[in-house]
């Protein structure tokens, strides 16, 4: 009979836990530096993926595991207003950027709101799956060539073969984002605070000679509700295009910055 | 205008620059060098209370010593830990046993665990990509050894 994976679960608290929040942060779908447009647009955004250092990355073993593989996490965005409601989807394809292959999907709903003290507040809900795919925790370039103890356990635990390891985010979020219109309606600052409920997963996926998975090791899997912020501003003098940036802060996880660009089909 | 002319580029470089500038990561690397266990020297030591929650933590996981990989034809889960190591011989080099009661100083064992490189004969130290056991696990492990290594 195969043997099952067995789901590791880790609370935030917990080394694991954190690694996985981190990742997980990074790809936490906010309003990226612009809010609500106008009809349909499609945008680009970009996010800064801090790097780990040693420590960070290693949550319960020596060896060299290659975490830092994307310095930057490009993301397209779509959005449509439709019945006083804003939403915006975002699908990253299969495809090699840098060192992995992610395939993402995120998704938000923006309600009309209320305004308040010159301010507009708006309720936001977004998820955000899909599956991020590179060599991590058997990486011929960390392992092979580095010393007998490394070369050992690549010949031995990694079956002399460099892993296929998923990263799997699974979140949902909520946020308030109070919104100020300036400059005649061409900036428009927000603040936001919301939560997110976290259960994205690490797929340990060491390979059997064979090339398949080596069902002994096991899938982290982080269980947390956590809380983020974000600030930012968006720039829309005049025409279709519209530019923003944003500061995105996990306690606990990371502080990021994210620019996004967008075209409008209505100016 | 000049000013309109330049700004898509000046915009472009003061964002990457915001960017690598406010990125951080908002934690520290928690290292436990006695991996959740307890990191203390047991003079008189059992084997079901002190050593074989060091060799399960640490030995018996998923591709290692578990029932599935059996790394080195050895299983170290709880059930048969105790019988794989007792006066049974080393599958990598030829003529060690791996536990011989009372002698801890010729147990193969012993040695892979240590940072002794000329007397592990070049073979890895153990846990293998894992940090180390911290110097009172081996010594509790080692004293458990020299007084017979008995099933307690």
Redesign the interface.
Known sequence: MA?ER?IERHVFDE?EG?LLA?YSATMAFTPGGLTAGNGWSVGIE?S????????????????PEATNLVPFFPRPRLGVRFAGLYVEGSWIPPMRVFDVEANLLSGSISGVGWAMAGWHISPRVWGATGRVRGTITCAASAMVGKG???E??YA??CHGRESDDWFEPRMLGAEAIAVRVLADGALRAYVGAGARVDRSRFD?G?LTGEGVR?????ILELRATRPHFTLGAGWHPRGRIA?G?E?F???????????TVRWSARP | MECAAVRPNAIGALLTVWSMAAGCVDYEGAVDPAHGLPDVVVAMPQFRRDVLPIVERRCAIGGCHSVASRQAQLVLVADSAFEAIIDQPSRIVVGEVLVRPGDAANSWLAILISDDVVRRKGVARMPLGSGALTPNQVATILNWINRGAPDD
């Open positions: 043997q067995v080394p954190r981190f970009m800064y993926v801090p790097f780990l250092n040693e420590a960070q990355r290693r949550p319960s073993l020596d060896k007998a103890d490394l050992t356990y031995t635990v340990i060491v080596d069902p002994d090791h096991p530019t940036a500061l802060y996990a306690p606990g996880s990371v502080l990021t910055a994210r620019a």
